[in-house]
């Protein structure tokens, strides 16, 4: 049996979770000196309060980001911050539908961008995007969700295309800078609490 540092109690305390939910990798980290669980502690808190987003959106964006990753622990964590923080069930449920329609979306035009081919630049898509149309995020936000998964999913068009789309609405780089870095500290929580 491990012994569980403070750094992690606390890390697991601030996730709502219990010490029943160590992961294989995350007792690997508690069984030598790593100070690293501290330092998803202090990244999770820093992202999670922005100058630049609100607390909803925080986790709308982490919830979006878990979901990407399939880590239902985080993905719980971050629809019930959500709804804490005044998010509708109808937000939480776009920002999930938001990440599998992006694993669409970026699979089909990185292979455009990385094929270089001008046939496949005129074909048609005929990937459905309805929720894209009128999201009940708000056309803002919902790029802002796009982009920090584009990010997490490596598609440079995508990355660009949403980039310029949340600053041609206003959007501020710091915002943008914000919700990117959310997005990275999410993504490597989930690599050690699932």
Do not use: Q, W
């Not at 598609?155 to 949403?162: A, F, I, L």
């Amino acid at each position: 049996m491990i012994v569980i540092k403070d750094s992690t109690r606390e890390l697991l305390e601030n996730l709502s979770l219990d010490d029943k939910n160590i992961s294989k990798a995350l007792e690997t980290i508690e069984t030598s000196e790593s100070r690293y669980t501290k330092d998803l502690r202090i990244n999770l808190a820093n992202t999670l309060i922005s100058e630049h987003l609100n607390e909803k959106e925080t986790a709308l964006i982490g919830l979006s980001i878990a979901v990407n990753d399939k880590n239902d622990i985080l993905s719980g964590f971050f629809e019930a911050h959500a709804l804490a923080k005044g998010a509708t069930h109808e937000e939480t449920a776009e920002a999930a539908a938001c990440a599998s329609l992006l694993a669409a979306n970026n699979v089909f035009y990185r292979f455009r961008h990385f094929s270089e081919k001008e046939v496949y630049e005129k074909l048609p898509a005929r990937i459905k995007m309805n929720i894209m149309m009128k999201p009940v995020l708000g056309k803002e936000l919902f790029e802002l969700i796009s982009l920090a998964v584009s990010a997490v999913n490596g598609c440079e068009m995508c990355v660009k295309s949403h980039e310029k789309s949340v600053i041609d609405l206003g959007t501020s780089e710091e915002r943008v800078f914000d919700a990117i870095r959310l997005a990275a500290v999410v993504v490597s929580l989930g690599k050690v609490v699932y």
